[in-house]
């Protein structure tokens, strides 16, 4: 193969590989990206979602809850450092997302907690979501799952 046949053919490959990301979702004036799962091991009962929010509107959101059918209950978590250890909760009366904001749910920080797992969460999978805000109303997501020791939803390319 030429030099210009390798460089087409390496910029065709990395076009496609983008294309494995997780659609954008916009709902009201959010627009939700990079949405993605870890994979878990067999017989975990809870998985872990992650993505980002951005609110382009001039009012505050607030997400405060969602669903989805591989799980019994989706919950909204935070995690923070306690003098040294890390502690994880619920956050219950929901996720404001002030305007012009953009909050990252990721691992050892805000993400939701998909509990109850009906099986495991299968790297290369795709999770259905319901995402529910105050004022946007309900975001359907698809979150990719990717290896259970992955740091962010790149697809593997970290």
């Known amino acids: 193969m030429n030099k210009i046949g390798f460089v087409a053919a390496l910029v065709l490959t990395t076009c496609m590989v983008g294309t494995a990301h997780a659609d954008d979702v916009m709902v009201g004036t959010l627009k939700l990206t990079a949405a993605w799962a870890r994979a878990t091991p067999k017989g975990a009962t809870v ?17 405060v809850g969602g669903a989805s059918d591989v799980s019994n209950r989706f919950e909204i978590h935070e995690m923070s450092m306690d003098k040294g250890v890390m502690k ?24 939701i907690m998909f509990v109850g797992l009906k099986q495991p969460l299968k790297e290369g999978d795709r999770i259905k979501a319901t ?6 109303g309900n975001a359907s997501v698809d979150f990719v799952v990717e290896s259970i020791g992955a740091r962010r939803g790149d697809h593997g390319h970290q």
């Open 88 to 111: 994880m909760r619920e956050i219950t009366s929901g996720f404001e997302i002030k305007p012009g904001q953009t909050i990252r749910f990721e691992p050892s920080g805000h993400h």
């Open 47 to 63: 998985g872990g979602g992650y993505f980002t929010i951005t609110n382009t509107g001039s009012a505050a959101d607030r997400l």
């Open 131 to 136: 995402l529910q805000f105050e004022k946007a």
